[in-house]
Antibody
Framework: QLQLQESGPGLVKPSETLSLTCSVS??????????WGWIRQPPGRGLEWIGS???????YYSLSLKSRVTISIDTSNNQFSLKVNSVTAADTAVYYC????????????WGRGTLVTVSS | QSALTQPASVSGSLGQSITISCTGTSTDVGGYNYVSWYQQHPGRAPKLMIYDVSNRPSGVSSRFSGSKSGNTASLTVSGLQAEDEADYYCSSFTRSSTSVFGTGTKVTVL
């Protein structure tokens, strides 16, 4: 049973970089039929797609976050990562990593999520 | 990319049916058959309920069904049960090769 687990600091200072990693267990991140993505949810608010990455390194990003976001993949360690630069309080959210089928556009498997708070 | 529009709340009695709408544009919902729906209980990760407009993943109850007409997709929950009380989000592929979520709908079972 494939599982995803987010990890990283729960507190980040304003103007600094938020960094999270998603570890994939029970299956290979190098699957040719899947993309891997990040979605976030501010407290009490809705879901926001951040971006997705293929094992080859191909990426797709939200147009509103593209200038501040980098998603990378480490196939040797079966994990992928998210970096958000120049964070503000508006970036405070639960961050989820998830799996997407490459031939379509839905997320069929999600991590449990991790809360990141931006505060000094 | 603006969020897809959903009603803030929908309610129904046990055993009844409810329908949640998800309105976008021709550049997202109306342009592609890549609409999905997610159920989220408080404090939990979202769960995929419907994909590609009307397909149900294995293990999801047949009481959940999806459809689309023009720029509006819909999720219908029939035979409403207490455990269906949750937040529901739609999502769509967009012309910009991105994903957009709906504003979310809180379902209350009376």
């Amino acid at each position: 049973q494939l599982q995803l687990q987010e990890s990283g600091p729960g507190l980040v200072k304003p103007s600094e970089t938020l960094s999270l990693t998603c570890s994939v267990s029970g299956g290979s991140i190098s699957s040719s039929i899947h993309y891997w993505g990040w979605i976030r949810q501010p407290p009490g608010r809705g879901l926001e797609w951040i971006g997705s990455i293929y094992y080859s390194g191909t990426t797709y990003y939200s147009l509103s976050l593209k200038s501040r976001v980098t998603i990378s993949i480490d196939t040797s360690n079966n994990q992928f990562s998210l970096k958000v630069n120049s964070v503000t309080a508006a970036d405070t959210a639960v961050y989820y990593c998830a799996r997407k089928r490459s031939s379509t556009w839905y997320f069929d498997l999600w991590g449990r999520g991790t809360l990141v708070t931006v505060s000094s | 990319q603006s969020a897809l529009t959903q009603p803030a709340s929908v309610s129904g009695s046990l055993g009844q049916s409810i329908t949640i709408s998800c309105t976008g544009t021709s550049t997202d919902v109306g342009g592609y058959n890549y609409v999905s729906w997610y159920q989220q209980h408080p404090g939990r990760a979202p769960k995929l309920m419907i994909y590609d407009v009307s397909n149900r993943p294995s293990g999801v109850s047949s009481r959940f069904s999806g459809s689309k007409s023009g720029n509006t997709a819909s999720l219908t929950v029939s035979g409403l049960q207490a455990e269906d009380e949750a937040d529901y989000y739609c999502s769509s592929f967009t012309r910009s090769s991105t994903s957009v979520f709906g504003t979310g709908t809180k379902v209350t079972v009376l």
